[in-house]
């Protein structure tokens, strides 16, 4: 089975700190996301990567960057943490296939920010 | 851009009863629509999808038809059981610049009563 890892299940920082969040993904998938997922407002794209090095911005870019330095792994920094920023972060990725469009999420990564 | 829209929860539903799940979207080109569900404490995972107009996906006895003419892709079941409890995202992936991007809805909670 297709495995997406997040590094941590919990997470609490505090205001202005900067947040790694990690992501590694098993099946050799080309395109890679990471979305925010807040209550009233489902899943909001934040950033996706189709190639290693590779990143597009999604609806929410603000405040958030991104990494992909190796295919495999795909990692949303927050530069400098803020209150708003409490969520949860999933992970996904997907293989360039016509015939098989499917994402394979992590099990997200709750952040709090105090 | 394309858009999700789906009916707001929270659903409750008594056990053996039939669920609709209202989902319309809105895309320049050809999406593929997908149902996801996530479970209380797990990530998303995909439930059924279709790819085509007129296509109708099924999984563990939800359906869903895309309907072109209508933007439309309902999510059904005839008799829910305890065991769907769980938030349902409906999803269309867009193809358009190459790349695979899925845009999400907010999500419907269901609760099903024994």
């Known amino acids: 089975d297709v495995k997406v890892t997040q590094s941590s299940r919990y997470l609490v920082k505090r205001t202005g700190e900067k947040v790694f969040l990690e992501c590694v993904q098993d099946m050799d998938h080309e395109n890679m996301f990471w979305y925010r997922q807040d209550p009233g407002l489902g899943l909001r794209l934040i950033y996706f990567?189709?190639?290693?090095?590779?990143?597009e911005k999604g609806d929410i870019p603000e405040g958030y960057s991104v990494s992909r330095e190796k295919k495999e792994r795909f990692s949303l920094i927050l530069e400098s943490a803020s209150t708003n920023q409490t969520s949860m972060y999933l992970c996904?990725?997907?293989?360039?296939?016509?015939?098989?469009?499917?994402?394979?999420f992590g099990s997200g990564t709750q952040l709090s920010v105090l | 851009g394309d858009s999700v829209t789906q009916m707001e929860g929270p659903v409750t539903l008594s056990e053996e009863a039939c669920l609709t799940i209202?989902?319309?979207?809105?895309?320049?080109?050809?999406?593929?629509l997908f149902w996801y569900v996530q479970y209380p404490g797990e990530g998303l995972q995909l439930l059924l999808k279709a790819t085509k107009a007129d296509d109708k996906g099924s999984n563990k006895g939800f359906e869903a038809t895309y309907r072109k003419e209508t933007t439309s892709f309902h999510l059904e079941k005839g008799s829910v059981q305890v065991s769907d409890s769980a938030v349902y995202f409906c999803a269309l992936s867009d193809r358009s610049s190459g790349t695979y991007k899925y845009i999400f809805g907010t999500g419907t909670r269901l609760k099903v009563l024994a």
């Open positions: 990567s189709y190639d290693v090095k590779m990143k």
């Open positions: 209202n989902c319309t979207y809105t895309a320049t080109g050809y999406p593929s």
């Open positions: 996904a990725s997907s293989p360039v296939s016509a015939t098989n469009e499917k994402l394979f």
